[in-house]
């Protein structure tokens, strides 16, 4: 019995990377039954002469848009046009990664089609993300991609994700153009591109793995307690610890709220709350339904 990792699946065929050597596996009809599919990311045992996964290893954390498992970060990729800025999909991908205890990292790509006008609103939500703790990339079709990207990529499994049209193959080419993915023009009518990334591998970058991700990904929150997601917030989460209730402030109507007198303060960046509240309501409408 050897171990290895599921580096990509294409109908069936389970490549698995084992001591530098590729072994393309099948997986037996047991699992199922079971209902754990082996899937890209999963450390498994398998046997080298009938080439069949034996067991796949207790996972880290999985995520079912893209289907990966043990996934170390999830890259957060937007571009700033083309289509617009979304800082409410920002906001729901960065909840539900933390939620999964993944690490987020945030790229803002076409950097090169922001608009004099826009640049200062731009700069703003930047340094907003910035000043909360998060690790903050851009990319413009004029530049090479940055090496710190190149670094975060190093030594774990990480994943694009963002909407379709945003980049995400157009950087994984630039860095490495031998990847030869499929990008696409996108649809300037709707602002959107046209879902031209449909499978799931995991690609070598430096000494890491990252996959490329059709269109959105990761979009769902799931049915939660409001103060389990309330933590989702960070910088919400931080100042919790000066709310009269502390972690179990929603900071909505409760007194003496800090996150509130923060808002208040112009501290916090409104469109952040206004996506909070949206999403409380939103949960509380999925824990109604289940
Ligand atoms: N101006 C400009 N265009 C870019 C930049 N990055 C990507 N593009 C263009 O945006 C379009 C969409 O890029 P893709 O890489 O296919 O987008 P994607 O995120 O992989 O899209 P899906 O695979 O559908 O999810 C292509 O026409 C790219 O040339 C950039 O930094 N600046
Ligand atoms: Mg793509
Ligand atoms: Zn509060």
Redesign the pocket.
Known sequence: MREGVIIKLVSGDYSVLSDNEIIVCKARGVFRHKEIAPRVGDRVLFDPNTRYILQVLPRKNELLRPPISNVDKVFL?F?VK?PDLNLHLLDRLLSIVEYKGIEPVIIF?????LEENDKLEYQKVKEYYQKIGYRVYE???FNEVNQEIINEINGSISVLA??????????LNKIEPTFNL?????SYALGR?????RYVELLRVAEGWIA????FGITDFEKMELSTFARTFIEFYYLSDECRFGSKCLHIHEPSCKVKEALQQGLILPSRYENYLSFIEEIKELNRKY
């Open positions: 990729v571009s083309f790509t076409k950097i090169d089609l990319t413009s079709k963002g909407q379709s049209g945003v980049g995400k193959s157009t950087l499929k990008t696409a023009e996108i591109g046209k879902h031209t990334t490329d991700t059709p269109g």
